[in-house]
């Protein structure tokens, strides 16, 4: 059964701060996404990692793919408040298929 | 929003009803996917469909059925709810934009008493 771990499981940080969400997997993937949701909404497509090494970066957000560590992470530089949401990864373990297993979510609060 | 929708938005039935949940796109996916969300779980997938009458299971699929008769809607029936089946559900679509993204509806509240 493929797990993923994401932590913290919630994050409170400042304006202006550096942090890093970590997903972790526990089985053979090359393909990861990072989704936002906004509290009682649908959930947003950030980034899809499809290699080992990838790195995506929009605007304050990076995010990079670790494979042979299974091993992704979300960087966020110099938080602002609209940064404040959830924030899902989710493996493909169809290789492919896009059978996604989510993580349970880290709730990030940014505050002023 | 890939042009989806879901119906109704929100629903509260009571235990032993069935009920179905309507996703329609407009953009010619042909991957749809139906997930639920609850706390403490991420979203988990029920099932999904790869082509007009080409269904399979996800993880969650126990109590559900689907049916994709045309291209643009995928139903999700529960035939006899109960109240672990409530829930929020999202339909996705795998597709444009993007061709390896999912992108997914406005989802459904369930409630089941």
């Known amino acids: 059964e493929l797990k993923v771990e994401q932590n913290p499981l919630f994050l409170s940080m400042q304006e202006g701060k550096n942090y890093t969400i970590y997903c972790n997997y526990s089985t053979t993937s090359d393909r990861l996404y990072w989704y936002r949701q906004d509290p009682g909404k649908s959930l947003e497509s950030l980034f899809v990692?499809?290699?080992?090494?990838a790195v995506k970066q929009e605007g304050r957000l990076m995010a990079s793919l670790d494979t042979k560590a299974r091993l992704s992470t979300l960087h966020i530089t110099a938080a602002v408040h609209d940064l404040s949401a959830t924030y899902f990864c989710a493996v493909d373990w169809s290789f492919g298929n896009e059978k996604l297993t989510f993580g349970t979510g880290t709730r990030l609060t940014i505050i002023p | 929003d890939a042009g989806i929708t879901q119906s109704p938005r929100h629903k509260v039935t009571e235990t032993g009803t069935p009920v179905t949940l309507r996703c329609h796109q407009t953009e010619n996916h042909r991957y749809m996917y139906w997930y639920r969300q609850d706390p403490g779980h991420g979203l988990r997938l029920i099932h999904y469909?790869?082509?007009?009458?080409?269904?399979d299971k996800g993880e969650v699929s126990d109590g559900y059925s689907v049916s994709r008769s045309k291209t643009e809607d995928f139903l999700l029936t529960l035939e006899s709810a109960t109240s672990s089946q409530t829930s929020v559900y999202f339909c996705a679509v795998k597709g444009s934009p993007s061709p390896d993204t999912q992108y997914f509806g406005p989802g459904t509240r369930l409630t089941v008493l």
């Open positions: 990692l499809l290699s080992n090494g």
């Open positions: 469909s790869y082509g007009v009458k080409d269904t």
